[in-house]
C-alpha cells in the first residue's frame, strides 16, 4: 500500500522559513511528478510547486523566489523549502504525486492528509 505524509509545518513568524517534507512510503515501482497545493480558509486550493521524475520544477507566481522544490530520490521525499514566509502563506498544504504501486502498470494519484502552516506574528 502506497501513502504519502507531510511533515514540517507550524508556526512560524512573518520572515521565517520552514521546510516541509512529502515522504512517499510502500512498495513503490516509480515516482512521476509531485506537486505542492495549498488551501487557505475559505479559498481555493492552490498549485504551489511542481517537480517531475527528471528534476524539472515549476512554481506559481505567488511563491516564485519564496518557495523551493526539491526531491530526493533515494528516500522517496519531495520537500519544499519555504523561505520569506508571509501571513497569506498561512493554509493547509498538500502534496501530491504520480505513483506507479509495484503490482501495477498504471501511476496513480496519491494524496497526503496535509500540514498546516501559520504565519504570524
Known amino acids: 500500500q502506497v501513502q504519502l505524509v507531510e511533515s514540517g509545518g507550524g508556526l512560524v513568524q512573518p520572515g521565517g522559513s520552514l521546510r516541509l517534507s512529502c515522504a512517499a512510503s510502500?512498495?513503490?515501482?516509480?515516482?512521476?511528478?509531485t506537486a505542492w497545493y495549498r488551501q487557505a480558509e475559505g479559498k481555493k486550493r492552490e498549485l504551489l510547486a511542481t517537480?517531475?521524475?527528471?528534476?524539472?520544477?515549476d512554481y506559481a507566481d505567488s511563491v516564485k523566489g519564496r518557495f523551493t522544490i526539491s526531491r530526493d530520490n533515494a528516500k522517496n521525499t519531495v520537500y519544499l523549502q519555504m523561505n520569506s514566509l508571509k501571513a497569506e502563506d498561512t493554509a493547509f498544504y498538500h502534496c501530491?504525486?504520480?505513483?506507479?504501486?509495484?503490482?501495477?502498470?498504471?501511476?496513480?494519484?496519491?494524496w497526503g492528509r496535509g500540514t498546516q502552516v501559520t504565519v504570524s506574528s
Open positions: 510502500g512498495s513503490i515501482a516509480s515516482i512521476s511528478q
Open positions: 501530491n504525486s504520480l505513483i506507479r504501486a509495484e503490482d501495477s502498470t498504471d501511476y496513480r494519484n496519491y
Open positions: 517537480i517531475t521524475s527528471a528534476g524539472s520544477t
